[in-house]
């Protein structure tokens, strides 16, 4: 396979995770990365459920040169933010379910998840609080904090007669 970012051969890697091996090719020469379907949930800093299943909804008004998906003929990827808070753009293809990361992106990836994961015990708004806050509002919710609970309720806006 050729790399998506800069053309060189791709190699494929073999990881031990908790899940099992698994393979996936990567760029020596830029650190680009191509998963299948699957490979980046098993590789990444795990939290609870599927990171690929919540970095698929299409980034509107992104202006970066699209690609093509390396595993399926004339199928373009869609560019897709990983989590709904996150300013991490990735490639997504609808078809066969991969994901192109570019260098350092993967590493973003998992320093993001690590951070969702620490909790803070200071009444701090913890970072998953903030993502939860974050991604109601983009919802169009109007949402607060007390204590420990996180409320919302939807906005409606006014009625124009």
């Known amino acids: 396979m050729k790399c998506l970012s800069c053309g060189q051969n791709m190699v494929t890697k073999l990881a031990r995770t908790p899940r099992g091996p698994v393979c996936y090719d990567v760029c020596q020469s830029c650190c680009g990365i191509w998963f299948d379907a699957g490979e980046m949930d098993a590789t990444v800093f795990q939290l609870y459920g599927s990171v690929e299943r919540s970095s698929t909804d299409k980034a509107e008004g992104v202006s ?9 003929p004339n199928q373009v990827l ?36 690590r951070e969702l994961k620490n909790t803070d015990n200071r009444g701090e708004i913890e970072p998953l609080e903030r993502w939860i806050l974050a991604f109601m509002k983009s919802l169009g919710y109007s949402v607060g904090r007390c204590g420990s609970l996180i409320y919302g309720y939807p906005v409606i806006p006014p009625y124009s007669w």
């Open 78 to 113: 869609d560019k897709v933010f990983f989590l709904a808070y996150s300013d991490i753009l990735l490639d997504y293809c609808r078809t066969c379910h991969g994901f192109w990361l570019d260098g350092g992106e993967y590493k973003r990836i998992n320093q993001d998840l």
């Open 64 to 72: 970066e040169a699209r690609r093509d998906c390396p595993r399926c």
